[in-house]
Each structure stands twice: as C-alpha cells, then as structure tokens.
C-alpha cells in the first residue's frame, strides 16, 4: 500500500525544519482510488458537532428528523459558538476499539478498505516508516475517523496536545480528487499568538503530518463547493 518510491531519507530532512510535512503520493495509484472511492460512496457517516452542552454525534436519519426550527437553532448556536473560535462542525466516521481489545480496530462494521487502510497504519511498516520520518520513538498506534466536509463545515482553531491520550503527531491523509483553494476546506496553521501562517489546500493521495504542538484549523468550506473534502484523520500514539 505505502508508495515503494518515497525517499525515507529526504522526508525526514524536511519534517525536521518545522515539525511537520505533505507527502504527495503517499499510497499506490490503485489503492488511493479504491479508498477514494469507499470514501465517497460507502462510508455512513454521522455528523459531528460542539455546542454549548458539549460534543455530539447524530447520524444523519436524526438530523433530518428534527424540526426545521430545531434544526435553525442549532445552526444559529454552532454560528455563535465558532463567532468566538469555539467548535466543529463536519461529517465523521469514527474507527473504534473493540471491546476489550488495546488496539484499535474496526468491528467488521466499516467498509473493507475503509478498514484494511485503517489497519494498515496500525501496521509495523507504517508504524515504522512515520517513526523514520518524525523522528518519535515509542509509536505503538493510530486512531482516527473518516471525514467529510461539505459546505457549511469547519474546524476552529485548536492544538492537538493533550497529554492523557499520548499523541504525539497529527496527520491527515487526503482523498478529495479536485479542490479549488477558494472553496476553503484548507488545513491552516496558526503562530501561538494566533495569527495566521500558512494553509495547505487538500490533495488527493497525500500525507500532511505534524507535531500535536501545531496550532491549526479546517477553515470554513464555502456553500458553493460542489465537491466534499473527504480524508482521514486522528492521531499517531505511543
């Protein structure tokens, strides 16, 4: 599945400058359209959002069963709260635990490449090509969630360090054929004190990986997208 061409050494020069690093090309062609593809058309995603009681999750059968007023209330709520650069809002898939298991991998529920990728990164190869190239020892596993944002959708300003749940790098994998920067949907990092530095716009069959150090959003995806950004996301763990 990894992309037998990639130059080990050359990657880790350049995720050493800053801390984090886009590897185009990350998967073999056939495997990233099949995953694309899964992506798209099979993955039953819920929608993930923050309001002001806390973090949710509904599947898309109830959100279209509330009351349109309920519906414009909590749209009016999510605004509110992201007026103030608190909160998400965007289409999820989240790759659980077994019971009883330490590892995470899917209960059989998940699309089959969904979830062959999903173990892959799970995998000594991938474990062991993202500790090369980090430079983090100790990586034991990843978790994550299959995301789709359409219009509407955001991620506020936020880092990923949390030290209870041992994240040590963030990455996103791309699988959005086109985009256009003007749709938004851009991976934009931040200086501490909160002014912009950079965004990377989402490419399909690419690695963004960085240090949970990072502080960085998911800007606003415009209502005139007509194409969802779809990737998969979480965390590299020791």
Known sequence: MLNPDL??????????ID?????????QPDDAKEIQNCCLTQIPYDLIYHNNTGNHIKTMAEMAAMAPETQQLLQSELHQLA???????????????????TSYLESGTAPT??????????????????????GKTGLVEADGQ??????????????????????????????????????????????????PRDAWSPEFNSLSLFDVEHI?????VAPYASEPRLSLTGWFKN
């Open 7 to 16: 130059n080990w050494t050359e990657l880790k020069q350049s995720f050493l």
């Open 19 to 27: 801390g984090r690093i886009r590897i185009d090309n990350i998967f």
């Open 83 to 101: 007026n103030k650069g608190v909160g998400f809002l965007y289409g999820g898939y989240r790759m659980q635990k077994e019971p009883g298991k």
């Open 113 to 134: 490449q969904a979830r062959n990728l999903f173990n892959f990164l799970n995998s000594s190869e991938m474990l062991s090509f993202v500790s090369f190239i980090s």
């Open 146 to 195: 299959y995301t789709r944002f359409g219009p509407g959708h955001y991620l506020t300003r936020h880092s990923d360090n949390i030290a209870s749940e041992n994240r040590q790098l963030a990455y996103v994998i791309g699988f959005t054929p086109k985009w256009h920067p003007d749709w938004g949907g851009l991976l934009q990092f931040y200086e501490k004190n909160g002014s």
């Open 216 to 220: 960085h959003s998911v800007t606003y």
